[in-house]
Nanobody, 116 residues
Framework: QVQLVESGGGLGQPGGSLRLSCAPSGMIFSINAMGWYRQAPGKERELVADATRGGSTNYADSVKGRFTISRDNTKNTVYLQMNSLKPEDTAVYYC??????????WGQGTQVTVSS
């Protein structure tokens, strides 16, 4: 079964930057939306940002102006540039993809820790 594979997590400094990448482990087709979710300890998973194949983007209020999502439709890859990191950005970040037929794909998650 095809999964999404995330990379780029780790330790970031407050005010610093990290870049997450996500690519499928195999072929996936007819992908509409791709995005990133995150889950902090003791909290529910929440949408961080997503982008449709047509280029529309959506961001959580907490990351607007700091995070930028981008994708490569030809490779079904998605990226999350995270700037001006805050300790409250600490979470496990999950990549997500949704096909036009409503099939979902998830990654295993990558830990992002923001601390000095």
């Amino acid at each position: 079964q095809v999964q999404l594979v995330e990379s780029g997590g780790g330790l970031g400094q407050p005010g610093g930057s990290l870049r997450l990448s996500c690519a499928p482990s195999g072929m996936i087709f007819s992908i509409n939306a791709m995005g990133w979710y995150r889950q902090a300890p003791g909290k529910e998973r929440e949408l961080v940002a997503d982008a449709t194949r047509g280029g529309s983007t959506n961001y959580a209020d907490s990351v607007k102006g700091r995070f930028t999502i981008s994708r490569d439709n030809t490779k079904n890859t998605v990226y999350l540039q995270m700037n001006s990191l805050k300790p409250e950005d600490t979470a496990v970040y999950y990549c997500h993809a949704l096909s036009f037929s409503r099939m979902e794909y998830w990654g295993q998650g990558t830990q992002v820790t923001v601390s000095s």
